[in-house]
């Protein structure tokens, strides 16, 4: 394996991804960029990361042999989405360096831990309880107040494994939906309703030496509980904004990250900011920086994990980014007569609905 430089890897390393989606592709473009391979792991043949890499291996996350040899061809571990399951990232971390480490990944993977996590930083949160039965859940419904939701403390993304409750829901209905989800069911959390202004979010790059960089709040819309549209920057005051930043790098401090943290958080009506979820690798909400920024959320991922000194992230204008959800993706040679639409395809086959098949981007003049 090719030395490292002052505790940075040298191009021509190995990167090791686990997830083969599109964060892991165009990471793994961002990393070709700086010289470095990326090794992709995941259980999908010619999946959107895989078609870019040169080096792929196709296995269950549970695939104790495929790991090893994985951990042996690689000089860093990092991934791509946080629903991998952490005794995977366990056993890799006593194989190879794993960056960000297993620790900010079990408190990510777990809703209640996360709001903990918050909690212990003096970061406010909605209301939150764990739940583990449907007597729980009504003393939790009576403690918080309809409407309030009830979420699955794991597995959960783009609406997934959640059900709102107001006055006068059938709690037993709601427990049943939800509590069978996944091998051996999941552990629950019934969470305030947050009647907010906006929700926006803010990435975070720390770097091995503690050094932070991160990217201006953002303004996210959602359609069915999927991002559709990502406004930069958010627009909200300046005291809101510095005090979003300034949760996001407490929070990526907190975790002791090597990596990049988005911190979706909600707005509300008065103006209290309210953390949501935290996801401890680049974000959709983040695409814009490959066109509009310095050094775009995917290049500052691969020089985090890799030990390199951190980009800027000024951008150059504001942006609108859209997702192209489904057979949204069949207007791409539309969006290409637009000279000024940039336009990201994934490269995946078949065209679902509400499936982030692509995004385009739009740059404005800077406000």
Known sequence: MPPALDGALAPGAVIGILGSGQLGR???????????????YGPEPDAPAAQVSNLTTVAAYDDEAALARFAAAVDVVTFEF?????ATVEALSNLAPLRPKAEVLRVCQDRILEKGFCSRLDIPTASYAGVGSIDDLTHAVADIGAPCVLKTTRLGYDGKGQALIEAGSDLEAAWSALAGRGPGGLGMIVEAFVDFELEISVIVARAIDGTMRSYVPVENEHRNHILDRTLVPARIANDVANRADSIARGLA???DLVGLLAVEMFVTKNGKVLVNELAPRPHNSGHWTLDACVTSQFEQF????????????????DAEMKNLLGDEIESWLEILS?????LHVYGKAEARPGRKMGHVTRLKPKS
């Open 26 to 40: 165009m990471s793994a473009l961002a990393a070709a960029r700086l010289g470095y391979r990326c090794h992709i």
């Open 82 to 86: 946080e629903n991998i399951p952490f």
């Open 253 to 255: 401090e907190g975790l």
């Open 302 to 317: 691969i020089r985090a994990v890799a030990g390199l000194p951190l980009g800027a992230t000024a951008r150059h204008g």
């Open 338 to 342: 637009d000279p000024d639409a940039k």
